[in-house]
Structures are given as structure tokens and as C-alpha cells.
């Protein structure tokens, strides 16, 4: 049978044509930090306040393991390729959705539209245009007004977060038709030949790719557990849910490579994943609109520690699957 390979690992597989990788073994190396920088505002209570990956990179680098070429990571970058397609292809009927609702001055239904649309862009890994995912676009669709100047009131403020804070605080179907419209254009641009594209073909950009095992969840914690990301709709506990759906699926693409390099990973994470779920079912559960300062002090901890944990457990991930490059 014959497997579909996507543009943008069919320019990995001739990358790597000529030979990519080392034979032997490689010491594992830092992970990069998350390139956006934090907004300011205080650490959530329970949260640890050290970086997720010192702990885990004492437990790593202290061992050799396997070197991974380029060309290994084609076929789980295939994989994750059809996946975020499929999910983008839902995105533009979802928008639509909003913008008909609010066109018709439809509050409540509006509001009820925005949420589905946005769980399905946080699905793909995306939260808050994370780790500088489709440049400039991502941050158009999911960024946050944090470092904008006048904050909300910026011009360049757009995306599910503008319509969120129309819809929410606002209470304006007029401004939520017209910057869901916005988001609908934006949204039409995820095309497969610009999601291929945003995704690795060079070795740097591969390893900046497995980050995301861990990153994603390092965005909840940073935007998700302080509320910086919550312009109203009090529905962080949706958006972590779908970061957790979101890090499962980097998990299940890359299993493969991962488990005979490093096999406690995938257990101990699932296990650390099973955590954060029950938190949040103890929470209220994903579909509950609630302001995470309104719970009570052991769930809020006890899901603050969740996301933790879970974190570090996954940042040796992109310490043992860093690429090697020839003549290493």
C-alpha cells in the first residue's frame, strides 16, 4: 500500500537523500527556550516557578543516546502534517459559523460558535501562535495583546482573542461580525501548501519541531494557568484540554523514536496527560466556563501541579531527538 508522504516531507526525504545523521552515539543537548517572552505577570499559585527543563535535563544529558537523522523524522512529520491539515479544513466553516451569528446580533449563539472554532485551532498546537508557528499568520490568529501598544485597543489586535473580547466584555455582535470576518480570511490563508511550509525542512527547524512535545504545555502554563490568554469567555480549561489533545498527538507520531531511546517517556507522560484531564474534569470539566481564580485552592494546585509535571516529564523529548548532522 502505497502512504501518502506531504510537501513538506517529501522536501525532508530529498534533504536527505544524500545522507543525513551519524553512525555512533551523541551526547543529548539543551533545549532551546520558548522564544516568546513572558508577559510579566506573576506565577500562578503552585506553579513551580523553575524552568520545566532543568530538572529534566539533569536526568538526560548525563546519558548517551542514539543520534537521530533528518531523514527518521519524515515519516511522523507526515503524519502530524495530515493531521493539522485535517483539522485546518474544518476552521473556515467554523468561523463562518461565528460571523453568521453575529451578523444576526445573536450573542449567545455567537459565543457558542467562537468556542468550537477555537478548541479546534489549539488542537493543532497552535495556542497563542506558540513557539512562532506560521510566523506571522499565527500570531494574527491567535495571539494575544500582551506587548502590543494600548494593548487590546491596537489595530493589529485580531484573531479569536479580538473576537473573544468582542463577544465577552464587549457584548458587540457588530465589532464580532466584522473581526470575525477578519478571522476568516486569516484562517482561509492555513492552506495545506502554507502548513507545509511552516513546517521543518532544515535541521534546525526539526528540531525546533519536537519542542512542541513539551512547549505546548509550557504555553498552558504560561498563558493559560496565569489567564493572560482569557479576554472573557473563561474557558481556559477548554483551552488546556486541547493542548492536551494537541502534546498526545506529538507524542503518538513520534512514539516510534522516542520509546527506544528514552521508554519511560511515554508511560510516565501518558500517565502525567491522565493527570491534567482529571484535574480539569475536577475543575468543572473542558466545557465549563470558569474563571480559574474562582477555584477552590486545592483543584486550582492540584491542576497547576498537573501541568507541571506533565511538562517536564515530556522536555527530554527534544533533547534525545535532536538531529544529527553529518561529519557529528
Known amino acids: 500500500m502505497m502512504k501518502l508522504v506531504t510537501p513538506a516531507a517529501a522536501v525532508l526525504l530529498a534533504a536527505c537523500a544524500t545522507g543525513c545523521g551519524s553512525a555512533g552515539h551523541t551526547q543529548a543537548q539543551p533545549t532551546r527556550k520558548h ?19 532543568s530538572k529534566a535535563h539533569a536526568r538526560v544529558s548525563a546519558s548517551y543516546v542514539e543520534p537521530v537523522a533528518t531523514i527518521q523524522l519524515a ?59 506560521f510566523g506571522d499568520l499565527g500570531e494574527q490568529i491567535d495571539g494575544l495583546a500582551d506587548g502590543l501598544p494600548d494593548t487590546v485597543a491596537n489595530s493589529d489586535f485580531s484573531g479569536f482573542h479580538k473576537v473573544e473580547l468582542d463577544l465577552w466584555r464587549d457584548h458587540d455582535t457588530t465589532a464580532a461580525a466584522s473581526d470575525a470576518k477578519r478571522l476568516l480570511e486569516l484562517v482561509d490563508e492555513l ?96 466545557d465549563t466556563h470558569r474563571n480559574l481564580s474562582s477555584l477552590p485552592v486545592r483543584q486550582r494546585q492540584a491542576l497547576n501541579e498537573a501541568v507541571d509535571v506533565a511538562t517536564e516529564t515530556l522536555a527530554p523529548v527534544s533533547e534525545i531527538l535532536q538531529v544529527s548532522t553529518p561529519g557529528s
Open 35 to 53: 522564544p516568546r517572552a513572558p508577559s510579566g505577570r506573576t506565577v500562578p499559585a503552585g506553579v513551580s516557578q523553575r524552568s520545566p527543563d
Open 75 to 133: 515519516p511522523p512529520l507526515a503524519q502530524y502534517t495530515l493531521y493539522v491539515d485535517r483539522l485546518a479544513e474544518r476552521l473556515p466553516g467554523e468561523v463562518s459559523a461565528i460571523e453568521s451569528a453575529a451578523e444576526s446580533g445573536d450573542l449567545t449563539a455567537a459565543e457558542a460558535t467562537w468556542l468550537p472554532a477555537h478548541i479546534t485551532y489549539l488542537e493543532i498546537g497552535q495556542d497563542d501562535a506558540a513557539y512562532g508557528s
Open 191 to 286: 492552506t495545506p501548501a502554507t502548513i507545509a511550509s511552516d513546517l521543518p525542512v532544515q535541521t534546525v527547524a526539526v528540531d525546533g519541531w519536537v519542542l512542541r512535545c513539551h512547549e505546548i504545555l509550557e504555553d498552558a502554563l504560561r498563558d493559560s494557568l496565569s489567564q493572560d490568554d482569557d479576554y472573557g469567555s473563561n474557558t481556559d480549561l477548554a483551552s488546556i484540554s486541547a493542548d492536551v489533545r494537541a502534546t498526545r498527538e506529538m507524542l503518538k507520531v513520534l512514539a516510534p523514536l522516542i520509546e527506544p531511546r528514552m521508554p519511560k517517556i511515554l508511560p510516565t507522560g501518558s500517565v502525567d496527560l491522565q493527570d491534567i484531564d482529571r484535574a480539569i474534569t475536577a475543575a468543572g470539566g473542558s
